[in-house]
């Protein structure tokens, strides 16, 4: 009798608790939906496997030209300062809103003093000659390139640029640890370390 009486309340309970999560509207679904489809989609941690591609790796190359949507919100949609281009060349000098941004020339060249020789410096040497301590290293990989050479002088500013943010041969993307404003810095430093030795080398009268 005390079982029955059990089974009841039981019963009742859970019949109750079923009505209180009714929404009280109607519904096209089902009571229950065992697949949801695209509620419940496969999803991949980073580094995961899978034999969706060819290379079994759930990460994915970007693809040339993407840009980082943050970054091109923070630079008022420009598209010269975010990528170096315009109309698919690239610039020849640095855009002045970069120079403005940094406020001013003088504290340009500062902060990219600062930045190259942090980031740069270490392959290249601080007088750009591509002797940096990796470069002299023993075993070291191949040659640096030094920033004094023609190919270098005759590159436009926009194409050092996107040599910092997308990486070149040997030399990696600085683009998640240097952003968009030093990168311009560290161009305006090239340039001003290019003058220095154009001068040096110059016979004095």
Known sequence: MKRSVLSVGLAGFVSLAALAGCRGDASEEPPVHLQRNMYHQERYN?????????????????EPGTISREEYDQHGGDDTLV??????????????????????????????????????????????????????????FAKVTSIHEKMVHDMPDGQIFATITNGVRTMPS????????????????????????????????
Not at 189 to 201: G, T
């Open 83 to 140: 990528t170096g281009r315009q109309d698919d060349h690239f610039v020849m000098t640095i855009p002045p809103s970069a120079v403005d941004r940094a406020g001013g020339y003088e504290k340009m060249l500062a902060r990219g003093q600062e930045r190259f020789n942090i980031y740069c410096a270490p392959c290249h040497s601080r007088t750009g000659d591509g002797q940096g301590m990796v470069a002299r290293r023993p075993g070291s």
């Open 46 to 62: 980073p580094q995961a496997y899978t034999n969706n591609f060819a290379d079994k790796r759930t990460m994915r190359t970007p």
């Open 174 to 205: 600085y683009a998640a640890q240097i952003p968009i404003s030093d990168r311009w810095s560290i161009v305006a430093y090239v340039r001003a370390l290019e003058l220095s030795q154009v001068s040096q080398a110059e016979p004095k009268k």
